[in-house]
């Protein structure tokens, strides 16, 4: 049975970081695409960032780059999203997913074949 378990969400002022874990378990994750959407109350749930589990090129959507960065240990089977400067806006909770590498970057939510149960993340002002 394939699992991906968030944790790390939480209460921060904006300007604050944060940092998410996914722990993946269940099958074994070389040919996917790993990454985190987010969605926030009364909206659909967003693309934020990939990347493929063997590694090698990150993607992210515009309103992140430079604030995230998402990375992945593979001794861990964990994947990462770090999350600095963070605003208001980024308040929603936050999934993990996971999809065939033929789906690269993933940025669409129909293309993620797992997702995990998601984690809230508020920023206050």
């Known amino acids: 049975q394939v699992q991906l378990e968030e944790s790390g969400g939480g209460l921060v002022q904006a300007g604050d970081s944060l940092r998410l874990s996914c722990a993946a378990s269940?099958?074994?994750?070389?040919?996917?695409?790993m990454g985190w959407f987010r969605q926030a109350p009364g909206k659909e749930r967003e693309f934020v960032a990939a990347?493929?589990?063997?590694?090698?090129?990150?993607y992210y959507t515009d309103s992140v780059k430079g604030r995230f960065t998402i990375s992945r240990d593979t001794a861990k089977n964990t994947v990462y999203l770090q999350m600095n400067s963070v605003k208001p806006e980024d308040t929603a909770v936050y999934f993990c997913?996971?999809?065939?590498?033929?789906?690269?970057?993933?940025?669409?939510?129909?293309?993620?074949?797992?997702w995990g149960q998601g984690t809230q993340v508020t920023v206050s002002s």
């Open positions: 997913a996971a999809g065939p590498i033929t789906k690269w970057p993933m940025r669409d939510a129909t293309e993620v074949e797992y």
């Open positions: 990347l493929p589990w063997s590694g090698g090129s990150t």
């Open positions: 269940g099958r074994t994750f070389t040919w996917y695409v």
